[in-house]
């Protein structure tokens, strides 16, 4: 169990429209990073924030946004969904300020599913 | 550019036969962090070990160690008389320090390790 909590654990939705995933990280946990990982492949990093402001960005587009808020939830945004959008998305948390070398713990996941 | 090579996509086993999954890195930074995940069914990503690009000691922890070469830029994981319940996916990281130094991580593809009764 690594406290880390996230929901849904499965979404439909269709092309075009927009989703919220959320994630609740262990007290303490000032770091969160989200992750989307595709079928058959590793996860692929989103991006980070830090004390509610982003510090970290993979290569995705604007479309892909969040949020972290004080009490450790955070949330991700897609707009505009595409099929390639489907996917399981992964939260991370950990307790430093996301620096290389940070340990991370990971929730179980949102199985998003675009049709 | 960094970049992770997990080369086996499946591994299977038979309970307690020996099992080596191997990770192949690469990357331009002298600070780096390689680790390894084992993901189950479920779907978490459960932490395994971290080790930094200065610390060569290989590591054991009960029945898995790992071998870290930089060298041949590698940091292969050993399963010793394996079981069932480590049939798994096992994800091999790599994190190197991006502008003002965030955490920008490059996983592998994954090994399917599969060990049967």
């Known amino acids: 169990e690594t406290g880390v909590t996230q929901s849904p654990t499965h979404l439909i939705k269709t092309r075009g429209q927009q989703v919220t995933l959320r994630c609740s990280s262990q007290?303490?946990?000032?770091?969160v990073s989200w992750y989307q990982q595709a079928l058959g492949q590793g996860p692929q990093f989103i991006f980070q924030y830090y004390r509610e402001e982003e510090n970290g960005r993979g290569n995705f587009p604007p479309r892909f946004s969040g949020l972290q808020f004080p009490n450790y939830s955070s949330e991700l945004n897609v707009n505009a969904l595409e099929l390639d959008d489907s996917a399981l998305y992964l939260c991370?948390?950990?307790?430093?300020?996301?620096?290389?070398?940070?340990?991370?713990?990971f929730g179980p996941g949102t199985r998003l599913t675009v049709l | 550019a960094q970049k992770v090579t997990q080369a086996q996509t499946e591994i299977s086993v038979v309970e307690k036969e020996d099992v080596t999954l191997d990770c192949v890195y690469e990357t331009r930074d002298t600070t780096y962090y390689l680790f390894w995940y084992k993901q189950p069914p479920s779907g978490e990503l459960v932490f395994l070990i971290r080790r930094n690009s200065f610390d060569e000691q290989n590591e054991i922890s009960g029945r898995y160690s790992w071998n870290f070469q930089k060298s041949t830029s590698s940091f292969n994981f050993t399963i010793t008389a394996s079981q069932v319940v480590d049939s798994a996916v096992y994800f091999c990281?790599?994190?190197?320090?991006?502008?003002?130094?965030?955490?920008?991580?490059?996983f592998g593809r994954g090994t399917s390790l599969i060990v049967h009764p």
């Open positions: 007290s303490g946990h000032n770091t």
């Open positions: 991370a948390s950990s307790r430093g300020q996301g620096n290389v070398g940070d340990t991370q713990y």
């Open positions: 990281a790599l994190s190197e320090a991006g502008r003002g130094g965030s955490y920008i991580p490059t």
